[in-house]
Nanobody, 112 residues
Framework: QLQLAESGGGLVQAGGSLRLSCAAS????????MGWYRQAPGKQREFVAR???????IYADSVKGRFTISRDNAKKTVYLQMNSLKPEDAAVYYC??????WGQGTQVTVSS
């Protein structure tokens, strides 16, 4: 079973930055598109950003210009650089891609 492990979350003040990491198992990582998603309390999980195997990126309108997704295929890791964080960005953040199981996520808390 292909697994993912997210890390890098924490408590940050509004306007601050965090960098999330997602380490993947398996040999298919480099050919998979990978995405970041988030789920706030009482809300459905929502799309944040996605990156293809070739590095093409797409973002949710709510994070465009503030978040950057990237990947290192040699390390089988996908990153999410989050700048200018807002209280509404607070959520559990998950990464995922085809054939992977959902990980535990990493909590991001933004204080106003």
């Amino acid at each position: 079973q292909l697994q993912l492990a997210e890390s890098g979350g924490g408590l940050v003040q509004a306007g601050g930055s965090l960098r999330l990491s997602c380490a993947a198992s398996g040999t298919i990582f480099s050919i998979n598109p990978m995405g970041w998603y988030r789920q706030a309390p009482g809300k459905q999980r929502e799309f944040v950003a996605r990156i293809t195997s070739a590095g093409t990126t797409i973002y949710a309108d709510s994070v465009k210009g503030r978040f950057t997704i990237s990947r290192d295929n040699a390390k089988k890791t996908v990153y999410l650089q989050m700048n200018s964080l807002k209280p509404e960005d607070a959520a559990v953040y998950y990464c995922n891609g085809p054939n992977y199981s959902w990980g535990q996520g990493t909590q991001v808390t933004v204080s106003s």
